[in-house]
T-cell receptor, first 113, second 115 residues
Framework: ELKVEQNPLFLSMQEGKNYTIYCNYS?????LYWYRQDPGKSLESLFV?????AVKQEGRLMASLDTKARLSTLHITAAVHDLSATYFC?????????????FGKGTKLSVKP | SAVISQKPSRDICQRGTSLTIQCQVDSQVTMMFWYRQQPGQSLTLIATANQGSEATYESGFVIDKFPISRPNLTFSTLTVSNMSPEDSSIYLCSDLGTGERYGYTFGSGTRLTVV
């Protein structure tokens, strides 16, 4: 059974600081997704990581994927209040076939002035 | 990537009743997916809906409780039947989006409260 573990589950940061969210998964998969969810809202796609060593950056967020270690990271640089949200990673189950996204429990990020 | 319109956005329902949630995609998509997000929890896949065939349900979800329709390539419905307070959740539909580049696109979600 594919399991996806995120840590930390809660993260309180000060503005301007850096931090990393970790996403470990238990079986082979070459596709990993990061999403953002604001309270009461749907999911916004942040990154799609398709291969080992993939690195993508958007603004203050950078995501990477190590398929050998079954690990993805979401790095936050110089956090600002607008980044406060819950961040989910997700991996496709069933040996990587399309459709069955297995989500981590999410990391609730709070950025304080 | 595709845009998915989902409605209703929220509803409060009496136990024992049923609610049908609709998702409309602005382009034709082969596969659509229905997820449940229980309060404070992550998302769990309920079923995959392909046009022209029966939906495929994940373990723990059954057709009698969550019947799904997929009459064409742009539309799908999920019905939550014989509701109980435990069904109070956010329900979301999604599709693959524009190939692999943009990942899965999600609808805006339906926040269901059963009283």
């Amino acid at each position: 059974e594919l399991k996806v573990e995120q840590n930390p589950l809660f993260l309180s940061m000060q503005e301007g600081k850096n931090y990393t969210i970790y996403c470990n998964y238990s079986t082979t998969s070459d596709r990993l997704y990061w999403y953002r969810q604001d309270p009461g809202k749907s999911l916004e796609s942040l990154f799609v990581l398709l291969s080992n060593g993939a690195v993508k950056q958007e603004g203050r967020l950078m995501a990477s994927l190590d398929t050998k270690a079954r690990l993805s990271t979401l790095h936050i640089t110089a956090a600002v209040h607008d980044l406060s949200a819950t961040y989910f990673c997700a991996v496709e189950g069933y040996g990587g076939s399309q459709g069955n996204l297995i989500f981590g429990k999410g990391t609730k990020l709070s950025v304080k002035p | 990537s595709a845009v998915i319109s989902q409605k209703p956005s929220r509803d409060i329902c009496q136990r024992g009743t049923s609610l049908t949630i609709q998702c409309q995609v602005d382009s034709q998509v082969t596969m659509m997916f229905w997820y449940r997000q229980q309060p404070g929890q992550s998302l769990t896949l309920i079923a995959t809906a392909n046009q022209g065939s029966e939906a495929t349900y994940e373990s723990g979800f059954v057709i009698d409780k969550f019947p799904i329709s997929r009459p064409n390539l742009t539309f799908s419905t999920l019905t939550v039947s014989n509701m109980s307070p435990e069904d109070s959740s956010i329900y979301l539909c999604s599709d693959l989006g524009t190939g692999e580049r943009y990942g899965y696109t999600f609808g805006s979600g339906t926040r269901l409260t059963v009283v």
